[in-house]
């Protein structure tokens, strides 16, 4: 079965070498220090390890079950559960008026990543709580706030965020559940929703549903949407589970993946609902947790590949099979380990390069989104704003691509279910799905993001980019090496964003069409940009007599890797871009 260490050594490096997070001028960064986020980030390790991993395959296997309108969650998921409640972890950037420490975003997404690699599916029920927990915080009444968030914030009651219906799922505007007002300004709400993750279960006292419904007699479409607050039982005066409310679970699906997660269809017969925020602004209330919820997503993607990676790697080692081209390396074997094999070389640097660069991409983002909200930096909300859906859609589709590589790496035992890595596949895979799926992430880059603020905030990122370049180009190697290719990438990725520019006010196809490509660009740049800014602080660090000189001249070796044969990706995605809209469109609907 996989195992899993968390990758504490390199959350440490992009931390402090690279983010260089404690000398940052955001309040709350002052408390990361070295020791502070070692300890943190040992402590996510060890309950990772030693108590969610080993119950990934267990709630594969036995997924969960309806009873008698009762859900179960597979074996052992409750006990870890309450593990998870006792450290503290629930509530790690939760406000510390409602019970959380309110430690730094920038924390809790590299602990995301340790928890999520360990066990997806598990992870998602306090996940989703923090989703709810955020809408609330952002948008409650005073009154609340103090009912729903000391419970939120300690997973005692949990959270789920409910948008889906049957006949929609990316055009909310559709929507049919409603909300009638009743006389004590509560509302009744009746409708289904489906795919709703940890919809129900046996982990905890309470399920608060966020619900989005329309009052009849408001705007049509999206803008006649709005949030509401759906206990599963109603609270009580004195703030204990009340009454059971009037919504039931219809049924679990049967899925692809993240099986230990109840993903279910939830039917609401006029349940008793409080109106979240104000009426007709449901999505707006969405939209201010988006950038969380869509990093969140992507940092699960990139953590299915981690997770893949590192038992990928030791069975790369351990496998033998077949001898080096170039002369035995194993010469008392009856063959070499795997790792000899350059293809198998080529495998193993695509994944190790995509994971080390993309967890400081997400690192970065949680960054972002620190300034943005702790120091107010308007710059920082709309350069963070801009790569949401380069961080969403780039993360899980790489992410989930680097499991099927690691998957063929054990050949036939990573597709049969013994050695557990066809579970990593098939949880990676909804990610891509979810959290508007990623065409729909390719669509608002382009169709909403790229122009958005007048296009300063990509102005901000090109020129952040170029002056990091300019700063960096005295040293040759990093030069030719680092500076240069990135210099090219992110011309090209200027050279598409004219192209959209120039075209895409003729016909909106022209920009659509290349809207999937163009996020892929993107995101190739924000990795290169990544490894640059790795490079230059591993040979900070070894100019500085590092003690551990391999650590950081394997870093430049990897960063080699992914600049020479990654980065070139760019040249092919914008060839397509620029090849317009034609190519895509010229088919008639009815000759496919
Ligand atoms: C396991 C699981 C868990 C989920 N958890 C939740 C949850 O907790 N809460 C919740 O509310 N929902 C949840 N969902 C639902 C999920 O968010 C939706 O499935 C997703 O948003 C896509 O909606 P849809 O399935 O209706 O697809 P559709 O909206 O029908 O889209 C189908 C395809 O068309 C594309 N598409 C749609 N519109 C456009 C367009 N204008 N231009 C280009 N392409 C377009 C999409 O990218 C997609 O590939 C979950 C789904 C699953 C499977």
Same mark, same amino acid.
């Given at each position: 079965?996989?195992?899993?260490?968390?990758?504490?050594?390199?959350?440490?490096?992009? &931390?402090?070498?690279?983010?260089?997070?404690?000398?940052?001028?955001?309040?709350?960064?002052?408390?990361?220090?070295?020791?502070?986020?070692?300890?943190?980030?040992?402590?996510?390790?060890?309950?990772?390890?030693?108590?969610?991993?080993? +119950?990934?395959?267990?709630?594969?296997?036995?997924?969960?079950? +309806?009873?008698?309108?009762?859900?179960?969650?597979?074996?052992?998921?409750?006990?870890?559960?309450?593990?998870?409640?006792?450290?503290?972890?629930?509530?790690?950037?939760?406000?510390?008026?409602?019970?959380?420490?309110?430690?730094?975003?920038?924390?809790?997404?590299?602990?995301?990543?340790?928890?999520?690699?360990?066990?997806?599916?598990?992870?998602?029920?306090?996940?989703?709580? =923090?989703?709810?927990?955020?809408?609330?915080?952002?948008?409650?009444?005073?009154?609340?706030?103090?009912?729903?968030?000391?419970?939120?914030?300690?997973?005692?009651?949990?959270?789920?965020?409910?948008?889906?219906?049957?006949?929609?799922?990316?055009?909310?505007?559709?929507?049919?559940?409603?909300?009638?007002?009743?006389?004590?300004?509560?509302?009744?709400?009746?409708?289904?929703?489906?795919?709703?993750?940890?919809?129900?279960?046996?982990?905890?006292?309470?399920?608060? =549903?966020?619900?989005?419904?329309?009052?009849?007699g408001g705007p049509d479409g999206i803008k006649g949407v709005s949030l509401f607050i759906v206990p599963k039982f109603i609270v009580n005066d004195d703030n204990t589970p009340?009454?059971?409310?009037?919504?039931?679970?219809?049924?679990?699906?049967?899925?692809m993946g993240i099986h230990g997660n109840a993903t279910c269809v939830m039917n609401y017969d006029g349940a008793t609902g409080y109106l979240l925020g104000e009426a007709h602004?449901?999505?707006?209330?969405?939209?201010?947790?988006?950038?969380?919820?869509?990093?969140?997503?992507?940092?699960?993607?990139?953590?299915?590949?981690?997770?893949?990676?590192?038992?990928?790697?030791?069975?790369?080692?351990?496998?033998?099979?077949?001898?080096?081209?170039?002369?035995?390396?194993?010469?008392?074997?009856?063959?070499?380990?795997?790792?000899?094999?350059?293809?198998?070389?080529?495998?193993?640097?695509?994944?190790?390069?995509?994971?080390?660069?993309?967890?400081?991409?997400? &690192?970065?983002?949680?960054?972002?989104?620190?300034?943005?909200?702790?120091?107010?930096?308007?710059?920082?909300?709309?350069?963070?704003? +801009?790569?949401?859906?380069?961080?969403?859609?780039?993360?899980?589709?790489?992410?989930?691509?680097?499991?099927? +590589?690691?998957?063929?790496?054990?050949?036939?035992?990573?597709?049969?279910?013994?050695?557990?890595?066809?579970?990593?596949?098939?949880?990676?895979?909804?990610?891509?799905?979810?959290?508007?799926?990623?065409?729909?992430?390719?669509?608002?880059?382009?169709?909403?993001?790229?122009?958005?603020?007048?296009?300063?905030?990509?102005?901000?990122?090109?020129?952040?980019?170029?002056?990091?370049?300019?700063?960096?180009?005295?040293?040759?190697?990093?030069?030719?090496?680092?500076?240069?290719?990135?210099?090219?990438?992110?011309?090209?990725?200027?050279?598409?964003?004219?192209?959209?520019?120039?075209?895409?006010?003729?016909?909106?196809?022209?920009?659509?069409?290349?809207?999937?490509?163009?996020?892929?660009?993107?995101? =190739?740049?924000?990795?290169?940009?990544?490894?640059?800014?790795?490079?230059?602080?591993?040979?900070?660090?070894?100019?500085?007599?590092?003690?551990?000189?391999?650590?950081?001249?394997?870093?430049?070796?990897?960063?080699?890797?992914?600049?020479?044969?990654? &980065?070139?990706?760019?040249?092919?995605?914008?060839?397509?871009?620029?090849?317009?809209?034609?190519?895509?469109?010229? &088919?008639?609907?009815?000759?496919?």
């Amino acid at each position: 079965m996989p195992t899993f260490t968390a990758p504490v050594k390199d959350m440490q490096f992009i &931390l402090h070498d690279v983010l260089k997070a404690s000398e940052q001028d955001v309040p709350g960064y002052d408390e990361l220090d070295r020791d502070f986020t070692s300890a943190i980030l040992e402590e996510a390790g060890k309950l990772a390890g030693d108590v969610f991993a080993p +119950l990934n395959a267990v709630g594969d296997q036995e997924g969960v079950r +309806l009873e008698n309108g009762v859900v179960y969650t597979p074996k052992g998921f409750k006990e870890a559960f309450d593990q998870f409640r006792e450290g503290g972890w629930t509530g790690l950037d939760c406000d510390p008026e409602y019970g959380g420490q309110g430690l730094p975003y920038l924390l809790s997404t590299a602990t995301g990543e340790i928890f999520s690699a360990s066990n997806m599916a598990f992870m998602m029920y306090p996940g989703l709580t =923090h989703g709810a927990y955020s809408a609330i915080h952002a948008h409650g009444s005073d009154e609340q706030k103090q009912t729903f968030l000391p419970k939120m914030v300690t997973c005692e009651w949990t959270g789920t965020m409910n948008l889906t219906e049957p006949h929609c799922g990316t055009d909310l505007g559709l929507m049919r559940t409603k909300a009638e007002p009743q006389d004590d300004g509560s509302y009744k709400i009746t409708g289904q929703k489906i795919f709703i993750s940890a919809g129900d279960h046996d982990m905890s006292d309470n399920v608060i =549903h966020l619900v989005l419904a329309k009052i009849p007699g408001g705007p049509d479409g999206i803008k006649g949407v709005s949030l509401f607050i759906v206990p599963k039982f109603i609270v009580n005066d004195d703030n204990t589970p009340g009454a059971r409310n009037s919504l039931s679970v219809g049924k679990i699906e049967e899925k692809m993946g993240i099986h230990g997660n109840a993903t279910c269809v939830m039917n609401y017969d006029g349940a008793t609902g409080y109106l979240l925020g104000e009426a007709h602004k449901g999505m707006r209330a969405m939209f201010t947790m988006m950038n969380e919820a869509r990093l969140g997503v992507g940092m699960q993607g990139l953590s299915q590949a981690t997770v893949a990676y590192e038992n990928a790697l030791a069975y790369a080692k351990d496998r033998l099979q077949g001898r080096a081209v170039t002369g035995t390396e194993n010469p008392d074997g009856p063959a070499d380990p795997l790792i000899v094999h350059p293809d198998i070389r080529r495998s193993l640097m695509d994944q190790k390069s995509f994971v080390e660069g993309a967890r400081a991409f997400g &690192l970065w983002g949680a960054e972002l989104i620190d300034r943005a909200h702790r120091s107010k930096d308007a710059e920082a909300e709309g350069l963070v704003s +801009l790569m949401t859906p380069v961080l969403k859609g780039f993360l899980t589709d790489q992410g989930f691509d680097m499991t099927v +590589l690691a998957q063929q790496i054990y050949g036939g035992h990573g597709y049969i279910e013994e050695w557990g890595m066809s579970q990593f596949t098939r949880d990676a895979r909804i990610t891509m799905i979810y959290e508007g799926a990623n065409g729909v992430q390719a669509l608002d880059l382009v169709g909403r993001k790229l122009a958005s603020g007048g296009g300063k905030p990509a102005m901000a990122f090109f020129e952040e980019i170029k002056s990091f370049i300019k700063a960096n180009s005295d040293d040759e190697e990093l030069k030719t090496q680092f500076m240069d290719p990135l210099k090219q990438a992110s011309k090209q990725l200027q050279e598409a964003a004219m192209f959209f520019m120039a075209q895409g006010m003729k016909n909106p196809n022209e920009a659509l069409a290349g809207s999937y490509d163009f996020m892929h660009l993107f995101g =190739h740049v924000c990795l290169g940009y990544m490894w640059a800014r790795m490079a230059v602080a591993a040979k900070a660090a070894l100019a500085a007599g590092a003690e551990d000189k391999d650590f950081y001249e394997t870093k430049l070796v990897t960063g080699r890797y992914y600049m020479a044969r990654r &980065l070139p990706a760019c040249a092919m995605h914008v060839a397509r871009i620029t090849s317009g809209a034609d190519p895509v469109m010229a &088919l008639d609907a009815a000759n496919f």
